[in-house]
């Protein structure tokens, strides 16, 4: 593993390190078809056979230390392993299964659904290690590699044979959900297809994992196609009857998982990638979310390559691999200058979310799919990463040109909404989501404004941590109040399905100006956002035919200094419950001026901003959770009152001292003085 990788076996945890031969998570499955092109790599590509190497010793000290492992004991919800007092996610010991490590504090958490999460996350790390087994016995023909695999698979009989565990279980799967299932499946599929000829098998015993794991596991995964149409969840499923039923010749299961109309491989593509009104398709799968994005892909390249291999036309059907392409391009047209991917939705760690997490699927996009489109991306990787992995050795490129900086221009994707603007030479990027609502992966979080500058993570979306922690996912990490966007009365969004974005990228300054008209009732929302280095200029404005308090939240990292009146408007007090009781040590100022505040991110990076509202307005600040807890974001919440308001705000990150010294509203014109002189946005207005 290349120095720095952000090798995550299996766990959304940054601090968790394991084997490179337990890849990565979500992982592109394979069997035989690949060996050959493994094979050409390691013969003639030193990173390659450094990287086959590395992994033989891996394997061998697995096969000299370890069993293949499963217990045979109620499974968990992955969610389950993250620590309720930190909202880390917690580090997996194998050896560890009811004390478990919460890497922001000493002591350990400890409890029943974290046991049976341990149990669900052991029992995968097996499988892991038994499929990278079976490549390398493929590889090497070592018979050792074989015999555990085999034994791994004689246990897994034994496991599935016991029915109770599935008891209460969703949709009656054995590993807590059929997307738990649907990994195991493909595994166990791919194991038995690597090593079926290998002379480690007793008589009937390959008939016994045939009978006992398939024959019992996939009809459960064929009930559940019947009722959950196009999800992430469909994508593994399909997936593991597609696969299971070309190793176990069942040409049944093969033509659902592989070909059925809407969860097959064209199906979930059609409607997971869906066409925008003006015919483009949608770069961002369709539930609304960034890690739930790159988990579909995962098992939809595995579907077009078990096309590829049966010679299926899908293969090379110019839809599919459009569809595909789309889904790829979409996360590179979302980072920032450092490579940066936004947690937009749910899960995922915004201070440790990158392209390199993904990394693997650029390999594959470089070497199968386009290798102009992907090639830069993953050179970039790579010049962090090295080469690494399964995917890098069956699809990568076999050499990759020098890195070249990340692109700088401005991106859109008019599908959900979101427009980033980047400059390179004051190292800033925002981004604008404005909708319209995807489905439930998706938060209500329409207008907001996320900033990265000068290499520092400033004003992000938090995403979401493990499910399991309901309070602080639904109260903040999903609620429009933890976002920094509009609210009206204190109230957050609902789910949004008339919204606007027009983008004028080719002016200058740069403008996006979103709107919302269904996010409350009799409230229409509009934020203008021009981009003018070293400057974010938003004017928002909201109007209705009745008086409404209208609010103006931000969040950012680093502690706050704010200057503001003392003379508030008197507004009825922020309600007590959630999700108004995470705001906490607050403090409360405003009045008819600009507030003026600062927070300090790090050392040598801090936002400026700059605040204004077109009538008195109260200014409420203080700490709301980061995610994970740690650290806390500051947040700033400006209420002011009346049919319509207009609030303007600027925002820099300077190199050094802030540029800005005033800021006022002149009718539909935000007028901003600086040391260099005034501007104002619309320009000429």
Known sequence: MAAGSPHRPYTLSPHDRGYLLEDVWPTIYFGAARLPAIRSQVATQPWAADLLATLRAEADAVVAGEEPVQPIERIGWRHDFYSPRTGQHLVYDRTQPDAHRDPGQAA????????????????????????????????????????????????AVEFFRHDELREGNSHQALYFQPLYDGPALTQFAYCLQLIRAAPVWQPGEIEAVIAGIFERGIPYQQAFLKVIGVHNMACYVSAAVAVAGQVCGRPEWLELGLRHPQTGLLGLLRDGFRDTAAGVIDGLWYEGTIFYHHYSICPLITLLELAGELGDPLATHPEVRARLRAGLQGPLDLLDLDDRLPTLGDLGDPHVMRLDTYRHLYEWGAGRLDPAAFTPALARCASRCGRDGWTALAFGPATLPPAAPPPAAHTLLPGPGIAVLRDREHQLTALFRVGPHGAGHDHRDKLQLCLTARGALISPDLGTAGYSLKAVHGEVYRATFGHST?????????????????????????????????????????????????????????????????????HAFGELTVTAGDAPPTLPALPDKAPWSWLTARQRGGGDGVARLVWQTTPTVALHLHLLADAPAELTWGQTPGQPFEPARRTVLLRTVGPRRRIAAVLEVPAAAGTVQGLRLAGETVVLSTTSGERRYPPGG
């Open 486 to 554: 509009l609210l009206v009365n204190e109230a957050g969004q609902r789910e949004v399905r008339q919204a606007s974005l027009t983008t004028h990228f080719e002016t200058r300054p740069a403008l996006a100006v979103g709107s919302l008209r269904d996010a409350w009732p009799d409230v229409t929302a509009t934020r203008a956002v021009w981009f003018d280095p070293p400057y974010v200029v938003l004017l928002d404005d909201l109007q209705s035919t009745t008086e409404q308090r209208y609010g103006w939240l931000f």
């Open 108 to 155: 350990a958490v400890t409890g029943a659904p974290q046991h049976r999460a341990w149990v669900l996350l052991t029992h995968e790390r097996t499988h892991r290690l038994m499929r990278s087994l079976a490549v390398l016995y493929g590889l090497t023909g070592d018979l050792r590699y074989a015999s555990w695999v085999r034994d791994g698979l004689l246990r």
